[in-house]
């Protein structure tokens, strides 16, 4: 059992580059959202999908793309990178909403030069 | 406004030995509240997850408590193992319509031998 894969593990981009980070899960989780974790700060959610058709920005959207056509994969999508961008990236799922513990995919490292 | 804060910031102790963390939330409404551990490189493993009307829940050798009336969390540590270094993360869930998680910035434990 996968739980929740990401790719790639690490990038390097330059400015004004795009880029997909993808996210898969298999334990037919309804809820799956995207969130970055930088130095001294908490999680910040970036957006998240209640189920396939559906999305919807959180706390910092801005220079994120993201779209969720079947019930596993959920790719999160920037459309010109900038060094604001360099963090680290997780994707997470769960049965239903934020109700119920995340399953934390193992993080992508994205460095915008 | 909705926070999380979490103390120390870092934390180094023998291995073998015992120690706290504490989480303050000022976050409402307030639904559940969880403790994540977070080896370096990977992503969040949820450890406990506890409701208001719970007041000490153990996984093994953690023990988390919450005091719902003053808006505390803590987590015990027993007879800490080299395995037991890691960032570890309290999560408060809103609920009852806000779907949001807020999250601590995390303590950094490290166990020397």
């Known amino acids: 059992n996968a739980g929740v894969t990401q790719t790639p593990k690490f990038q390097v981009l330059k400015t004004g580059q795009s880029m997909t980070l993808q996210c898969a899960q298999d334990m037919n989780h309804e809820y799956m959202s995207w969130y970055r974790q930088d130095p001294g700060m908490g999680l910040r959610l970036i957006h998240y999908?209640?189920?396939?058709?559906?999305?919807d920005q959180g706390e910092v959207p801005n220079g994120y793309n993201v779209s969720r056509s079947t019930t596993e994969d959920f790719p999160l999508r920037l459309l010109s990178a900038a060094p604001s961008q360099t963090s680290v990236y997780f994707c997470a799922s769960s049965r239903q909403g934020g109700a119920n513990v995340l399953t934390f995919g193992a993080g992508s490292r994205l460095t915008v030069l | 406004k909705n926070q999380v804060e979490q103390s120390p910031q870092s934390l180094i102790i023998l291995e073998g030995k015992n120690c706290t963390l504490q989480?303050?939330?000022?976050?409402?409404?307030?639904?559940?509240l969880r403790w994540y551990k977070q080896d370096t490189g990977r992503g969040p493993v949820s450890l406990t997850i506890m409701t208001f009307s719970e007041n000490t829940k153990s996984n093994g050798r953690y023990t988390a408590t919450l005091d719902a009336d003053t808006k505390q969390s803590s987590l015990h540590i027993t007879a800490s193992q080299l395995s037991d270094s890691a960032s570890y993360i309290c999560v408060v869930y809103q609920g009852f319509g806000n779907e949001k998680l807020t999250f601590g910035t995390g303590t950094r434990l490290t166990i020397i031998p």
């Open positions: 989480c303050n939330y000022t976050v409402s409404p307030f639904s559940n």
């Open positions: 999908s209640v189920g396939a058709g559906i999305t």
